[in-house]
């Protein structure tokens, strides 16, 4: 699109509101959503501490987790606390992901039915850390409403993958009309069936953009209360050394 999708949202309500925007017209402006919602959270370089606190049968516990992340295929995770993970560490490059375990002094490639398996008893799965953030190039959008979340007006939108083999077929996303954030995404199989949810509990400005910095995501075929993300800190356009994204680096 050549025009910024700010100039139609005028446009967008009031065909929302009337029934009558047509179908070419609205694939358009769907489109142009997801580009701003990409464009908003895929950056470039960027260095997050962030904790997990994963809520469990036997009570909750906080992971404590410092993430260097380049674009969309790589990115470096170290856990910090508490002692029993701290060294723990996860490399991604492109759709392979290995974990290092200083325990054990092992690296293992994380592959096939182990990408199902939970993250550290999380709700977060290994494929859904491998999952490639950008909605545009992925997905077929439809606007198919509007609702008001956290008191902002949103976009309620349907996402359809395009490619077959996809982790989620079918999502639903809630979309701030203003700050083009993701305040809330259901995710489906191709039945329908409903797997994994996540809300977004608040939203702050840093570096420039719109930030989700608390929110929940909840697998929605198990028990507990779900798992909780909250990003500490993030630092954009960080300098990160290639050197980082290497299987050499998980040893050190």
């Keep these: 699109m050549k025009k910024p999708a700010a100039l139609f949202l005028p446009f967008i309500g009031l065909a929302l509101a009337v029934g009558a925007l047509l179908p ?3 694939a358009a402006n769907a ?3 997801l580009k701003k919602i990409d464009e908003n959270r895929v950056s470039g370089n960027k260095v997050i501490i962030s904790e ?3 809520h469990g049968r036997r009570g909750s516990r906080t992971l404590r ?3 260097w992340i380049q674009g969309t295929d790589k990115s470096f995770s170290e856990y910090l606390d508490p002692p029993r ?3 723990t560490k996860m490399l991604k490059l492109g759709d392979q992901l290995w974990t290092y375990y ?3 002094d092992r690296i293992i490639l994380i592959a096939g039915h182990m990408l199902r398996q939970s993250v550290m ?3 977060l799965s290994y494929e859904d850390m491998l999952e490639d953030p950008t909605l545009l190039g992925n997905h077929v959008a439809t606007i198919n409403g509007e609702e008001t979340l956290l008191e902002r007006p949103c976009w309620l939108m349907s996402l359809e993958a395009k490619k077959a083999d996809a ?3 079918q999502r639903r996303i809630w979309v701030d009309r203003e700050r083009y954030t993701v305040l809330k995404e259901e995710r489906f199989a191709r039945s329908g069936k409903l797997l994994k949810i996540t809300t977004v509990e608040s939203v702050r400005r840093l570096g420039g953009r719109w930030v989700p910095d608390r929110a929940r995501f909840k697998d929605a075929l198990s028990e507990g209360e779900g798992t909780e993300f909250v990003i500490r800190d993030i630092e954009f356009d960080a300098a990160i050394p290639d050197s980082l994204f290497s299987k050499a680096s998980l040893r050190k």
Excluded: F, N, R
């Design 65 to 67: 987790v410092k993430s």
């Design 167 to 169: 982790a989620y077929p």
């Design 102 to 104: 200083p325990a054990s």
């Design 31 to 33: 489109e142009g959503i």
């Design 121 to 123: 008893g999380s709700d």
């Design 24 to 26: 070419g017209a609205q």
């Design 85 to 87: 993970e701290q060294g």
């Design 52 to 54: 997990m606190i994963i």
